[in-house]
Nanobody, 127 residues
Framework: QVQLVESGGGLVQAGGSLRLSCAVS????????MGWFRQAPGKEREFIAA????????RVADSVKGRFTASRDTAKNTVYLKMNSLKPEDTAVYYC????????????????????WGQGTQVTVSS
């Protein structure tokens, strides 16, 4: 069993920044591929970023590339999503997720690849 707890969401003005955190427990952190997704009201869940176990590979969605950065801290068993230059269209509930399997270049962006999910944290960007 893996537990994921997100934090760091909130209300920010357009152009501002936030850093989301996701604390991971219950399994060796290095073995987990980690992902960030978001879901806006009335929309499907959208891939944002993924990191392989051990942190050797990181992928970021084109929609946020250059503005969002994903990272992981093995010492703290925590993954982060740093979001800069936020836009109103970034408003959503943000989720972190853990994948127990091998890194798959064809499916790291697919939410069905992930086995465990956090409760989500709301990010609201005002114009």
């Amino acid at each position: 069993q893996v537990q994921l707890v997100e934090s760091g969401g909130g209300l920010v003005q357009a152009g501002g920044s936030l850093r989301l955190s996701c604390a991971v427990s219950g399994r060796a952190f290095r073995t987990l591929n980690m992902g960030w997704f978001r879901q806006a009201p009335g929309k499907e869940r959208e891939f944002i970023a993924a990191m392989s176990g051990g942190g050797g590979r990181t992928r970021v969605a084109d929609s946020v590339k250059g503005r969002f950065t994903a990272s992981r801290d093995t010492a703290k068993n925590t993954v982060y999503l740093k979001m800069n230059s936020l836009k109103p269209e970034d408003t959503a509930v943000y989720y972190c997720a853990a994948d127990l399997g091998y890194w798959n270049v064809n499916s790291y962006g697919n939410s069905e690849q992930y086995d465990y999910w956090g409760q989500g944290t709301q990010v609201t960007v005002s114009s």
